[in-house]
């Protein structure tokens, strides 16, 4: 009965210790802000903070966002072939206007060509030096959620997508990837020297050279009106230096 109890005794010692160092290691990387609470808005450990919208956040009061420390915001401009974000301009305007840093998304389409997706882009978002680079998004949608297509499909309308818009706009565009988008598509293809806009809510991304991590889907700000209310919350991975300079080296 001793032997047991005292094995049962260094068992409790051990769970102790690990849970102890679970818990240290967790608090660690929340010190580090390398776990970011979803409704956490330009948070202390990092320098530079944004945000995304499309015309589901409605009207936006970009000055209102810039006051909560809102340094860059990605704007949607475009979907496949044909759709165009309606309030892209006027966001994009009022945006830079309010002394924000923007960039425009394109939401890949696994459906119509790549070159007619660049073109719809580029007749949408201007070239404007001092903008981030443009983003393609890739991720899932309908069909496509269960029935991922395959990965050289992706490849033929993804590859000529990017190299007319880094002919256009001078620059490598980013790379907007979810874990399953990025080890599906991208890993070990030949897209190492792209930049990466990550999702990973509350974790920082477990994908290697990531730029920009989007850590929450579900905040809530103030400054706009529309049909969503919550609002996506981004970190770039650098100072605010490295920031300025971001997309224009």
Not at 82 to 108: K, M
Request: some cysteine; aromatic content about 14%; hydrophobic content about 45%.
């Amino acid at each position: 009965m001793k032997r047991l109890f005292r094995a049962a005794a260094r068992l409790l010692v051990i769970l102790v210790l690990l849970a102890a160092a679970v818990l240290l290691g967790l608090a660690l990387l929340r010190w580090r802000g390398l776990i970011l609470f979803s409704h956490e808005a330009n948070p202390e450990q990092w320098e530079v903070f944004g945000v995304d919208v499309s015309s589901y956040q409605g009207t936006v009061d970009w000055p209102v966002l810039a006051e909560q420390g809102v340094d860059f915001a990605f704007l949607k401009a475009t979907e496949g072939s044909a759709l165009q974000d309606s309030r892209f301009a006027v966001n994009w305007a009022e945006a830079r206007a309010a002394g924000i840093r923007t960039g425009a998304y394109h939401f890949l389409s696994y459906d119509s060509p790549g070159e007619t997706q660049a073109d719809n882009f580029i007749s949408v978002v201007p070239a404007a030096e001092d903008a981030l680079p443009p983003v393609v998004d890739i991720e899932f949608y309908g069909e496509y959620l269960e029935n991922p297509p395959e990965k050289e499909r992706v490849a033929s309308i993804l590859r000529p997508l990017l190299e007319r818009l880094e002919e256009h706009y001078g620059v490598k565009p980013i790379l907007y990837v979810t874990y399953r988008s990025y080890y599906r598509y991208l890993a070990g293809s030949g897209y190492g020297d792209y930049p990466i806009w990550c999702s990973s809510p509350t974790v920082f991304p477990l994908v290697p050279g990531w730029d920009f991590w989007q850590y929450s889907h579900t905040a809530q700000l103030d400054g706009y009106q529309g049909s969503q209310r919550n609002i996506d919350l981004n970190i770039f991975r650098g100072s605010a230096a490295q920031f300025r300079q971001f997309g224009l080296e």
